[in-house]
């Protein structure tokens, strides 16, 4: 299964502290021998510093029971993380205080440069205060103190002024909020997020790549465990941008992308996109989730699609983000394959098809008759010689042509309708000057009065009227 | 009078092509030692360097064959029949005629004869005025002079004599006095030194040849060197030098001469020494004296800087020989001993080298081009051994040369001003001019072509000269022409060339990598460079090597992500000839990898255009309405690639209409209704149709004919037969890999002629079995199986597959429940049309109403819509208004309809309109009253 693991492709753009919780995914995985990963996290976390957590990592790779022993240089590393520690609490205990206080916190506005001004008027606030709490804040993170850490950062970002540490803050809290798991808000955040980077120019297209990058991966966390995540990343990832990002970048995101399309069951409009991206990428990166996306829809090899759907499982089993979506994967992914043979086929052997759907025949029959039920397909089973029977919605050319052509007369009648008003408003608009000219401004600011309130009635009929449309339009046709 | 003048025109000619076609010309009908002479005067064009060698033994003889070669020489001169003269021995003849008649006048005394002839000397001296600046006075000219002084003086002393004259005669004898004192005044120093050699009247004409030639060869140089110090004179110096040298040492064989040699030699000898003597300081930038050991002493250690000097300034300047610059370069390389010396030299040297390119041709020659490359390798040769040296080409100031040499032999660093790259460069590109020019159907080419290898090392050279002083930009352009020189070949010659570079210069550390990998190493290391052009071909070049080495993907994403294409139109004509290259490289990597349709999307621009040669530069295309100016066929030849460059056209026809023929029969096929609609390729449909047209189809003769046979053939159903055609195509074999090309093409042509099939015939069954498909076109049955699937999903057949008993049931569209008639299908297009004409109707009024502000209205208008059905008051209202806007439109289609029939149309349009705006039947009938309404309308408009 190694083969298929992306936890060092991904570790690649995620940032240290985020790649323990993968890392400790891996540790009951069982893909890798158990001393590697924990060597592994060890260098990972050796570089941070959350000493206790590394030293205790460091024991057990090194099978010490003893309490007081420890790794290396860990007692002169942890008295330099605390010291530290404190200086920076020390330092930055003024505006702490300052912004815990209940009464401050209700006379901010939104303003950052009023409240700036107001803090440094009556509580003695001073610029190089922000900075201390950002290094406090950056300190609460590298030690593991997520949560205080996202607090100050967002304090920080009610205050700071400066664009650049604004965003990396953002990404600080982003990530700190993250490993809290703190979802909403960090689906909240991440959108913030996206936004900033958006609107940000560039000084060169690499840079925008990267950041591109940076949140695609980052936001995996969000999207798989976030309720509206499901479609987050579907809206999100295959904006044109970030499906270009990821072509270039990072095809390995592909596998998320092609199974929250798969999984997602609002969003098919997506699956051409994918297909052609996947085909696309074919030769960069590959694995069973977007084979069994090439297998079904642009081979149409339904028993490849099948085997690959059950590598599948397995590969999603062994992922971090995606286990949890294992058993909605594998119901889509036979639903993919049902719906997709059923457009081709106008009879189907149960039998066979169930095989397909990697069933025995009683559940199969079950699930299709499950399928027919919710009325998601127009089809009948022949009991007797144990086959699907599809219902035909063949069209002839006469049914083609009418239903093509329906609507136009009432599209045309709308236009002329549309002219005719136009017409109207303009004979009433040069009224309106003529009168204008003659008794000045008082008939025009009447006109102005009796046309608002038409138009914003207008507005909202117009909203509604899309929607509406073409059911009173069945009506009529009905009434004939 | 005339050995002298030839001995002086030897001594200081700068023409010697001139003077030498002129001689020999003359010397054809001089004896034989004449004809051996000139012959190898003008050999020695080329193959100076080797006589100097074997002058060296033979310098006694010199002089001696000079004279004879001189004296031989003064046979012709009086030849009548010249027929080819240069400027100044035109010059110099007229001014012998009269100083021949000066002779004969004195011959009688006539005074008047006398005066008139040396107005003639003296109107010709005028006219020889540039030479003579050039050259010196004419030793004939000083000596007619002295003679005629003497003749005076003489006839001035012999009293009775004049008193015998006539009156004329005595009056110019008179006039003669006067200009004569007047006219010598100014040569006073010539006299002077030509009277102190006297010329011994007895000797015998060589040997007054040679004195003459010593002393007057003094004279001048004296005159001249002492009066401007000019450097025109200096480098004449040798040219001068050379010449003689060259004509004299070319008289080896000449033996007759031999008897009287000795004591020539002798008294010759003497003279030299002391002509040397008399002229001591000027002594080195003077040639004439060649010493034992065969090596010209005149360019001494000491002296070379000047000497170099005064070459590099004469360069490029008028009258400047550049064969004879060469040479002496050459010779001052000889002399030159310390690298920096010799670095200095070739620098002067291989400019000197291209100078000589020679216009008729169009190119350097082979040889010329080979020293040039033989010597900017020493050139690095030096650069590497010596550290310590480097040329750039910005440098503010330099030492005197002096001066660094010697701090260059302390150790320190010298800093040379000097452009290396663009010796480089040059040499490069008169590489690939001397290829264009070559017919690349003979051995020349190939030897030339081997040369290659060379050239590739010294690039590489110069590469690693570059990388080691530091010059980012030199580096960059260095590594772009070594990558111009590798991307389009194969692995193996790469290799090749490669290991043979490392042989040759064993110091060069490289380690020798895969091609691909050093492609690629290349390029991407231009790809920091801030040179656009630099870039943009380095990636084009990695892409077409990636091409070459089936890397579609790769290729493609590259090209892709670089954007290319969008800007491509505004760079420059190379490297738009280069991007269709790699275009057309791309197209056959997808090809090869059986991707047609990537094929031909990629070939399509290019193949379509009808003008590939002139697009891939390779040759061009004899067009009929074309007009071009000579200057733009000039720049067009210029552009020519190398034939070894050369993408194989009638291989790119062929891949390009096979490609098209596999996606455009089907498409045929599918679009039968209309076949003018959703053309793929249009140059395959041009084809097909012409091919189509002829009475009478022979076999298929070439490649053209037999992929037109093979579209006609799978359009047919018969992929066999389709198949046989194209494998027949000879050109397949040009590919690598032809049997595994030859099987993919198999597999598509089952394929598509599966699909054709099914387009083709469908109409005909009700359902098809698919293991009879299976065995019709040869493929396994879950083949056709995804390929009837494909089909289906995307809409190409309506159809479906019966799973129990495999079979296609295919449905009909058509009324009758049969095939799709041509009234249906063009209903069906019909009723495409119109909607799509609604659309842009919405769109306009859209668009309008923004434009007029009037998108309020609009909205009203439509919430009115709405009305209708959302309450009835409101509704009622609007269907007044509605059925308004019917008589309204009727009125205006009525209008309208003034020029065609069916005048009805209009009102029941607006009919239908409220009807099916109208939410009920009351609707429904105001909407009719106005459509009424519009036809009354519609009557008023007529």
Known sequence: ?480 | MSRFFRGGESDSDSESEDYSSSSSDEDQKGSGSDDSNSNSSDSSDSSDSDSDADRAPKKGADFFKKGAFSDSDEDSDDDSKKVVKSARDKRFDEMRLAVKGVKNAQKINDWVAIQNEFEKLNKGYAKANAIIQREGVPRFYIRTIIELEDFMKEALTNKDAIKKMNASSSRALNAMKQRLRKHNKQYEADIEKFRATPVDEDASAEEAEILAAAAAKKTPRRHVSDSEESDSDDDDAPAGRDKWVKVSGDEGSDSDAGVKKSSKERRKLAKAAAAEAAGAEAAGDEFQVVGKGGKVFEVKPENLFKKLQEMIEARGKKGTDRQVQMDNLLRILEVASSPYQKVKVLLALIPSRFDSTSTSTGYMGVEVWKNAASELNALFGYLEENTGLCIVETNEEEDEETAAEAKFNNGEDVIIRGSLSSLIDRLDDEFTKSLQHIDPHTLDYISRLRDETSLYGLLVRAQKYFERIESPLAVDQTKMRRIEHLYYKPDLVIQAVEKEVRTLYPTLNETLEQPEELVENLCTSLYNTNVDRVRTRALLCHVYHLALHDKFERARDMLLMSHLQDHVGQTEVFTQILFNRTMVQIGLCAFRAGMVRETANALQEISSSGKVKELLAQGVQIQRFSEKTPEQERLEKQRQLPFHMHINLELLECVYLTSSMLLEIPNMAANAHEPRRKVISKPFRRMLDYNERQIFTGPPENTRDHVMGAAKALAAGEWQRCEELIHAVKIWDLMPKADKIKEMLTHKIKEEGLRTYFFTYSPYYDSIGMTQLASMFDLPVPAVRGIVSRMIINEEIEASIDQPTATVILHRAGASGGEVSRLEHLAGAYSDRVSSLVESNEKLLEARSQHLGLQQAQQQQSSGQRGDRSDNYRGGQHHGGSSRGGKQQGGVSGGGDRRGPGGDRGPRQSGYGDRSGGGDRNANRSGRGGGRGGNQGSRVGR
């Open chain 1, 1 to 480: 299964m190694a083969q298929y693991d992306l936890t060092a492709k991904i570790g690649a753009y995620l940032d240290r502290h985020m790649v323990a919780p993968l890392l400790e995914f891996l540790l009951g995985q069982e893909i890798y021998p158990h001393e590697d990963v924990l060597t592994a996290k060890y260098d990972l976390l050796s570089k941070t510093k959350m000493i206790d957590y590394t030293d205790l990592i460091y024991r057990e790779i090194h099978g010490i029971e003893d309490e007081n022993v420890h790794e290396p240089g860990f007692e002169e590393r942890r008295a330099v993380v605390l010291k530290k520690f404190e200086e920076l609490t020390e330092k930055s205990s003024e505006i702490m205080d300052m912004i815990q206080d209940p009464v401050v916190i209700q006379q901010l506005k939104q303003d950052k440069l009023a409240n700036i001004q107001f803090l440094t008027e009556n509580y003695n606030f001073k610029p190089e205060m922000l900075n201390s709490l950002y290094d406090f804040a950056l300190c609460n993170y590298a030690t593991g103190n997520y949560e205080p850490a996202a607090v100050m950062l967002y304090h920080f970002r009610i205050l700071s002024t400066d664009y650049d540490q604004n965003v990396s803050s953002l990404w600080g809290k982003l990530a700190a909020e993250i490993l809290t798991q703190n979802w909403d808000v960090a689906y909240d955040d991440l959108n913030r997020l996206k936004e900033m980077i958006e609107q940000r120019n560039f000084t060169s297209h690499l840079q925008a790549l990267q950041q591109r990058s940076w949140l695609i991966h980052w936001s995996l966390f969000v999207f798989f465990n976030h309720p509206k995540g499901r479609d987050g990343i579907v809206d999100l990832f295959f904006q044109p941008q970030y499906l270009n990002t990821i072509q270039t970048a990072c095809p390995w995101i592909l596998r998320y992308l092609a199974t929250a399309a798969v999984v997602n069951k609002k969003r098919r409009n997506v699956l051409k996109d994918l297909i052609r991206v996947i085909q696309q990428e074919s030769h960069a990166y590959r694995d069973p989730i977007t084979e069994f996306i090439e297998a079904l829809y642009v081979n149409f090899d339904f028993d490849g699609a099948q085997q690959k759907l059950k590598e599948c499982d397995d590969v999603i089993a062994n992922d971090f983000f995606l286990v949890s979506l294992q058993e909605d994967f594998k119901e889509n992914g036979r639903l993919f394959i049902f719906e997709t043979y059923c457009r081709i086929h106008q009879c189907i052997d149960i039998k066979d098809v169930s095989a397909k759907l990697n069933l025995n025949a009683e559940d199969g029959e079950k699930w299709i008759v499950n399928l027919i039920r919710n009325a998601r397909m127009d089809a009948k089973i022949d009991s007797k010689t144990n086959t699907v029977i599809m219902g035909t919605q063949q069209n002839s050319i006469y049914q083609q042509v009418i239903e093509r052509t329906k609507a136009l007369s009432f599209r045309s009648s709308l236009l002329a309708s549309n002219i005719e008003k136009r017409e109207q408003e303009l004979q009433n608009r040069r009224k309106g000057n003529d009168g204008n000219n003659k008794t000045g401004g008082g008939k025009k600011q009447g006109g102005g009065g009796g046309r608002k309130p038409q138009k914003e009635g207008g507005d909202e009929s117009a909203r509604a009227h899309s929607s509406e449309t073409p059911s009173a339009f069945a009506r009529t046709v009905g009434d004939e």
